[in-house]
């Protein structure tokens, strides 16, 4: 850490009473943990900040019980096989967490609740004119990005990119049970502070390893920064077709 302030942020999403709290550091060099998964200082650095605020926090299932104990516990990041990073506080299963390294920075976020997050940061630079858009994007989903972004293709491919890889984080399975094209982006359905919310579905092999995906509501709310699109997913616990009918009705969405 090169001593600069770190801002920890929050975000609230439709009809969650939870927050999820994000924050990001420079870049700092790789250490091996002793099951042999990388990760840096600044990822335990970045959880313990989030960890201090998740307590100051009201109304969190976190802010009481084992999970709030002694500040002296150790902090871990462990990963299940499919590289999901999990968090314990000496014996006791954390909050959702989840990483993402963008523009020199590392980002994370932890769930203010019991719902399962996501995070990603995709930059602009990572999208040349001739990206085959056609093998990660739906027609529909880029030509509703395009118009968020004022046509700018960099821009509107690195936004769906961040929201579909927040999203299969939150799933827990990343890209290597899915391909982007069996995830669909909806049009947004809300704005606030200059961002976007995003509700999202799955198909394919991803609904025969999670069949209740099916039925279940994935929201992301994305926000442009610094020439990068940061996307944080949430893993509702409604199901999608309730909220559908909602939104559909003009239901309240706060």
């Not at 968090?87 to 590392?106: D, H, N, Q, V, W």
């Not at 602009?124 to 030509?143: G, N, V």
Request: charged share 25%.
């Amino acid at each position: 850490m090169d001593g600069r302030e770190i801002t920890v942020k929050s975000v609230t999403f439709p009809r969650q009473r939870g927050s999820v709290l994000y924050a990001c550091s420079p870049s700092g060099p790789e250490t091996i943990a002793g099951d042999g998964t990388s990760r840096t200082a600044d990822q335990i650095h970045l959880v313990s900040l989030l960890r201090e605020s998740l307590a100051r926090m009201e109304g969190s299932p976190w802010t009481e019980g084992r999970f709030s104990g002694p500040a002296d516990l150790p902090l871990q990041i462990l990963h299940d096989p499919l590289g999901r990073p999990h968090l314990r506080l000496g014996e006791c299963e954390g909050p959702a967490i989840s990483f993402s390294e963008g523009g020199g920075k590392i980002w994370a976020a932890l769930s203010g609740d019991t719902s399962e997050i996501g995070i990603d940061a995709a930059g602009t630079d990572e999208f040349p004119d001739d990206y085959p858009f056609h093998r990660a994007f739906h027609d529909q989903e880029l030509r509703h990005a395009l118009m968020l972004t004022s046509g700018n293709s960099k821009k509107a491919s690195a936004l769906l990119w961040s929201i579909k890889e927040a999203a299969v984080k939150a799933v827990g399975c990343a890209f290597h049970l899915v391909d982007p094209r069996q995830i669909c982006v909806d049009p947004s359905v809300a704005e606030e502070d200059g961002g976007h919310f995003f509700t999202v579905g799955f198909s394919g092999k991803v609904l025969v390893r999670f069949p209740l995906m099916k039925d279940r509501c994935l929201w992301v709310r994305s926000h442009f920064q610094e020439e990068m699109w940061l996307s944080i997913a949430l893993l509702n616990r409604q199901r999608r077709n309730a909220v559908a009918r909602r939104l559909e009705h003009g239901g309240e969405m706060t």
